[in-house]
T-cell receptor
Framework: DSGVTQTPKHLITATGQRVTLRCSPR?????VYWYQQSLDQGLQFLIQ???????AKGNILERFSAQQFPDLHSELNLSSLELGDSALYFC????????????????FGPGTRLTVL | EDKVVQSPLSLVVHEGDTVTLNCSYE??????LLWYKQEKKAPTFLFML????IEKKSGRLSSILDKKELFSILNITATQTGDSAVYLC?????????FGKGTRLSVIA
């Protein structure tokens, strides 16, 4: 158990809908990362937050957005869902986001499996 | 475009064998390379490498980075069935956190 929690575990929804995925980082970790893992694309970095502020962006679609709250939990919002958005979404956290812009060890949550029908 | 290529994509070995997994990269302004192990669930951290030629070791696993030739290898000696997993290589540079597709290792008893 990494100490990172994600809810829900599974989510099934229809195309065009909007969903929110939630992540609570390990105690003491200030940085949260979101990833998408699909069979054809592998694991892809979406976005990083550090202490409430956006720190780095990866391949995140405009239909997706995220935020980190004062209690450090984070939410990933996915809207206008398409079939291709079906994937496993991971959240990870780390103590120090970038020491000299070098990424350190991250602890991954169990993931939320999203199925869009 | 920054990219990370892992080889082989898949590997099947017998218990006790030694394996070498490869990761080559092309990234702008390289900062670090990380290895993760992913079994059925979330990835777990193995190593972080920033300097060439310095071997990192943890039990039967070891890894080294060559920044001149732009690659890293992950070695696993005396493999066990518990080593069966997908091994992911991740590189950070100007583009944060570029993942390879992974190498799927299957260890047969």
């Amino acid at each position: 158990d990494s100490g990172v929690t994600q809810t829900p575990k599974h989510l099934i929804t229809a195309t065009g809908q909007r969903v929110t995925l939630r992540c609570s980082p390990r105690s003491g970790d200030l940085s949260v990362y979101w990833y998408q893992q699909s069979l054809d694309q592998g694991l892809q970095f979406l976005i990083q937050y550090y202490n409430g502020e956006e720190r780095a962006k990866g391949n995140i679609l405009e239909r997706f957005s995220a935020q980190q709250f004062p209690d450090l939990h984070s939410e990933l919002n996915l809207s206008s869902l398409e079939l291709g958005d079906s994937a496993l979404y991971f959240c990870a956290s780390s103590v120090d986001p970038m020491r000299g812009k070098v990424y350190n060890e991250q602890f991954f949550g169990p993931g939320t499996r999203l199925t869009v029908l | 475009e920054d990219k990370v290529v892992q080889s082989p994509l898949s590997l099947v070995v017998h218990e006790g064998d030694t394996v070498t997994l490869n990761c080559s990269y092309e990234v702008t302004n390289f900062r670090s390379l990380l290895w993760y192990k992913q079994e059925k669930k979330a990835p777990t951290f193995l190593f972080m490498l920033t300097s060439s030629g310095i071997e990192k070791k943890s039990g039967r696993l070891s890894s080294i980075l060559d920044k001149k030739e732009l690659f890293s290898i992950l070695n696993i000696t005396a493999t066990q069935t518990g080593d069966s997993a997908v091994y992911l290589c991740v590189v950070s540079g100007n583009t944060p956190l570029v993942f390879g597709k992974g190498t799927r290792l299957s260890v047969i008893a």
